[in-house]
């Protein structure tokens, strides 16, 4: 009798391991969707949020949103609170900072902020009894791109460097929140390999041969390096950039001047592809989430490769 049991139990174990293997393991889809983004820039640009000036409770309903959304994720706050606080004369502002360690014992100790604003204006001119600067394009739209990247790298877990994601608030000020964030960063004498901004991402171009432009262009080898890891044109050139150096009017800047390291803004927007730039018509229905999605679906594993690279290989250029 005993020796029955035995062998029920033996053929149970092998049947159970058999089904094992054989199973069919559908694999894991990491790529952000459409409907995810215009989730996250419908809430930023809503009409409740007063176009999220710094010091109001639009900004502070934001900041409450982007915390919830990089605790989902699984990026935990890089300070005390995922809030990183500072004055803007007397008004109370904060930059909302994500971490995702590094799994490398090594390259864990180098890191890679992405980045984008999430303040905007908050009121503009009165059109159509509309007077609420939404700020869909600039830059929830940005905004959607840092939070979607911290989905892809707290789903997959595998940065070998550690990450940073981040939204600067008082970038219409002035870049106030990424100086100060670069200067605390720079203080603690943080190892920053190189800092990849988002801004204005929402609509695309109809006469370039690349899906967004990098300010800076020739500031570094990101442009090459991105492409290189992409196998196409996925960032170029913006004579219309460069005309305006948009290069120092975002928040890559700060971070460029502290830290002397690639500090760039991928944007697809340099002011000639849209007409509602610090307007009440900056609206949800403006922005194009197909294009978006798939800019942020391509940035992803580029950022990854850069994310995993044995040595860093992203320089300044020696101009």
Known sequence: MKKIILLVAVFAVFTSCKTKVNEV?????????????????????????????????????AATYVEDKLKSYGATPYFDTYRDN???????????????EG???DLKNEFILIGAHYDHIGQSKTVANDSIA??????????????????????????????????????????????HLANRLKDANLDLY???????????????DYQAFITGFDKSNLAETMNGYAGT??????????????????????????????SHTVSSC?????????????????????????????????IEQITNASTKEIKLNEN
Do not use: C, W
């Open 270 to 302: 340099d002011l000639s592809n849209f007409d509602f730039y610090h307007h009440v018509d900056d609206e949800v229905d403006q922005l194009d989430y197909p294009f978006m999605t798939t800019l942020i679906n391509n940035l992803a594993p580029v």
């Open 25 to 61: 393991v559908k694999p894991i889809d990491y790529t952000i969707t459409a409907q995810e983004v215009k989730s996250i820039v419908s809430y930023l640009a809503s009409d409740d949020l007063k176009g999220r000036d710094v010091g109001s409770k639009g900004i502070a309903d």
């Open 134 to 179: 939404n700020g869909a394009n600039d830059n929830a739209a940005g905004t959607s791109g840092v939070l979607a990247l911290a989905k892809y790298f707290g789903a997959k877990k595998s940065n070998k460097r550690s990450l940073l994601f981040v939204t600067f608030s008082a970038e219409e000020k002035g870049l106030l929140g990424s100086k």
């Open 86 to 100: 500072f004055k803007v004369g007397d008004l109370d502002a904060f930059n909302v900072v994500g971490y995702l």
């Open 194 to 208: 190189t800092m990849i901004n988002l801004e204005m991402i929402g609509v695309p171009f109809k006469d370039r």
């Open 233 to 262: 044109k996925m960032v170029g050139f913006s004579d219309v950039a460069a005309k305006y150096s948009l290069f120092k009017r975002s928040d890559n800047y700060p971070f460029y001047e502290a830290f002397k390291v690639p």
């Open 103 to 105: 799994n490398d014992a």
